[in-house]
């Protein structure tokens, strides 16, 4: 049989003692129970394709022991500020694990749910990530966590971080698909580029048994329908899913919801997405097969139609990339930010490698994005030029400011002898 539930494979193995980890007593059944599937999983080399396999069960082994030593703490899911189907699903996962250590875990993003697919992500499977704003943050007692959790990003992406690492709370645990955005310290790494989706990881740990999912709960059923929409999503509907991704999506299709995925995909664009949409269509400058538009100004809460434009403008004949940028104003925080989406079709095209060479890294060495394949994102502080302003011709000033620098980083490297402030 091809496919047999971890369970079955857990109770013929017998279970075996760690001698390194004699002072960690297991004292509830649920840790015993996870701690049998890791064992039992890690005699079985049918789960996953041969290559990756080893792998997976060195990470398992290390992710199960560092539960284990942090059991009944309390720790933060850190998700980027814009989480993504592929963060919010993976968070909730990792939550799932993280109990049957009987460890609590509060999931929380700085920004903004924007994109309507995880609105109704959220809505419809009762998803629990909060949002704590940066000020929000400064009022919790934060001593009563014992450490911190990144989830499909290194902390690059959320502006909780730093608060984070003030507060001394610890990095205990990473699990991402991006490429290495710098030395991380944390107790438990688990980074590969080469998987499409932080989901498909999270399957894996399932798969092999750190979590036994049962059609019977309501709540795994929900939870592996939103890690299918996080792998679809980040596959571009498994277009671009590798061996490891598929061996995933097939192992969820046992547990997860078609009507529910198809509830969450239904949902629609917003007037103001499809405006934004029309202002990059409107704007776009096309060189070289790169698609280039700016998109002025945009709410905080309408920041995720960025990427939506920019998965349009990569559909246009002859456009292998594009990219879409814009303002972000956060009219409650008086805030700016620059934010701008890569898309590309072309394989030999790295999103991370040219976000990283065309914008470079600010004063302190940390880049303004990066990527995964076939996308990417960036984001510029605005510093001092930061603020809204009600005059209108002002905010049209900076907004060709900050456009023509943007074009003109961007076009250096489309087109390395144009440069539209040489010129003029
Ligand atoms: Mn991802």
Same mark, same amino acid.
């Given at each position: 049989?091809?496919?047999?539930?971890?369970?079955?494979?857990?109770?013929?193995?017998?279970?075996?003692?760690?001698?390194?980890?004699?002072?960690?007593?297991?004292?509830?059944?649920?840790?015993?129970?996870?701690?049998?599937?890791?064992?039992?999983?890690?005699?079985?080399?049918?789960?996953?394709?041969?290559?990756?396999?080893?792998?997976?069960q060195q990470k398992l082994e290390e992710l199960h022991h560092t539960l284990l030593a942090h059991r009944h703490e309390r720790q933060l899911v850190v998700l980027q500020d814009f989480p993504d189907?592929?963060?919010?699903?993976?968070?909730?996962?990792?939550?799932?694990?993280?109990?049957?250590?009987?460890?609590?875990?509060?999931?929380?993003?700085?920004?903004?749910?924007?994109?309507?697919?995880?609105?109704?992500?959220?809505?419809?499977?009762?998803?629990?990530?909060?949002?704590?704003?940066?000020?929000?943050?400064?009022?919790?007692?934060?001593?009563?966590?014992?450490?911190?959790?990144?989830?499909?990003?290194?902390?690059? %992406?959320?502006? @909780?971080?730093?608060? !984070? /690492?003030?507060?001394?709370?610890?990095?205990?645990?990473? #699990?991402?698909?991006?490429? *290495?955005?710098?030395?991380?310290?944390?107790?438990?790494?688990?980074?590969?580029?080469?998987?499409?989706?932080?989901?498909?990881?999270?399957?894996?740990?399932?798969?092999?048994?750190?979590?036994?999912?049962?059609?019977?709960?309501?709540?795994?059923?929900?939870?592996?329908?939103?890690?299918?929409?996080?792998?679809?999503?980040?596959?571009?509907?498994?277009?671009?899913?590798?061996?490891?991704?598929?061996?995933?999506?097939?192992?969820?299709?046992?547990?997860?919801? %078609?009507?529910? @995925?198809?509830?969450? !995909? /239904?949902?629609?664009?917003?007037?103001?997405?499809?405006? #934004?949409?029309?202002?990059? *269509?409107?704007?776009?400058?096309?060189?070289?097969?790169?698609?280039?538009?700016?998109?002025?100004?945009?709410?905080?809460?309408?920041?995720?139609?960025?990427?939506?434009?920019?998965?349009?403008?990569?559909?246009?004949?002859?456009?292998?990339?594009?990219?879409?940028?814009?303002?972000?104003?956060?009219?409650?925080?008086?805030?700016?930010?620059?934010?701008?989406?890569?898309?590309?079709?072309?394989?030999?095209?790295?999103?991370?490698?040219?976000?990283?060479?065309?914008?470079?890294?600010?004063?302190?060495?940390?880049?303004?994005?990066?990527?995964?394949?076939?996308?990417?994102?960036?984001?510029?502080?605005?510093?001092?030029?930061?603020?809204?302003?009600?005059?209108?011709?002002?905010?049209?000033?900076?907004?060709?400011?900050?456009?023509?620098?943007?074009?003109?980083?961007?076009?250096?490297?489309?087109?390395?002898?144009?440069?539209?402030?040489?010129?003029?």
């Amino acid at each position: 049989m091809q496919f047999k539930s971890p369970l079955t494979q857990i109770e013929s193995f017998p279970l075996t003692t760690d001698p390194t980890s004699d002072e960690i007593e297991i004292d509830s059944e649920a840790v015993e129970t996870s701690a049998k599937a890791q064992m039992g999983s890690i005699n079985d080399s049918n789960c996953f394709g041969q290559r990756s396999n080893s792998l997976t069960q060195q990470k398992l082994e290390e992710l199960h022991h560092t539960l284990l030593a942090h059991r009944h703490e309390r720790q933060l899911v850190v998700l980027q500020d814009f989480p993504d189907p592929d963060a919010l699903s993976s968070a909730w996962t990792y939550q799932l694990i993280a109990q049957q250590y009987d460890i609590k875990c509060d999931i929380i993003y700085a920004g903004a749910l924007s994109h309507q697919e995880n609105i109704a992500l959220v809505k419809l499977t009762g998803l629990p990530a909060q949002r704590w704003t940066l000020q929000s943050l400064k009022g919790k007692d934060l001593s009563s966590y014992q450490g911190f959790v990144l989830v499909d990003n290194q902390g690059t %992406t959320s502006g @909780l971080v730093p608060i !984070l /690492q003030q507060a001394a709370v610890p990095l205990l645990v990473v #699990v991402d698909h991006h490429n *290495l955005q710098g030395n991380i310290k944390s107790e438990f790494v688990d980074i590969r580029p080469s998987v499409r989706a932080t989901a498909t990881i999270f399957t894996q740990y399932l798969q092999a048994g750190l979590l036994t999912l049962d059609s019977s709960i309501s709540q795994h059923v929900k939870c592996a329908t939103a890690l299918m929409h996080g792998l679809r999503s980040d596959t571009d509907r498994l277009m671009q899913a590798q061996e490891e991704d598929f061996m995933a999506a097939a192992y969820l299709s046992r547990f997860s919801d %078609t009507q529910l @995925l198809n509830a969450v !995909l /239904q949902a629609t664009r917003s007037k103001r997405v499809m405006d #934004v949409i029309e202002r990059s *269509l409107k704007n776009r400058i096309v060189q070289n097969n790169f698609s280039i538009a700016g998109v002025g100004y945009l709410r905080y809460d309408d920041r995720d139609a960025i990427p939506q434009a920019a998965d349009f403008l990569v559909t246009e004949e002859n456009v292998h990339t594009a990219v879409v940028y814009g303002i972000v104003h956060d009219e409650d925080e008086e805030f700016e930010v620059v934010i701008g989406s890569l898309r590309t079709s072309k394989l030999t095209l790295d999103p991370d490698e040219f976000i990283k060479e065309a914008f470079g890294q600010d004063s302190s060495g940390r880049f303004f994005g990066g990527g995964r394949l076939s996308a990417g994102g960036f984001e510029i502080p605005m510093g001092f030029l930061s603020g809204s302003n009600e005059n209108s011709a002002y905010a049209k000033m900076k907004w060709d400011v900050f456009d023509s620098q943007i074009k003109q980083k961007l076009l250096r490297l489309v087109n390395p002898r144009d440069n539209p402030i040489q010129s003029e």
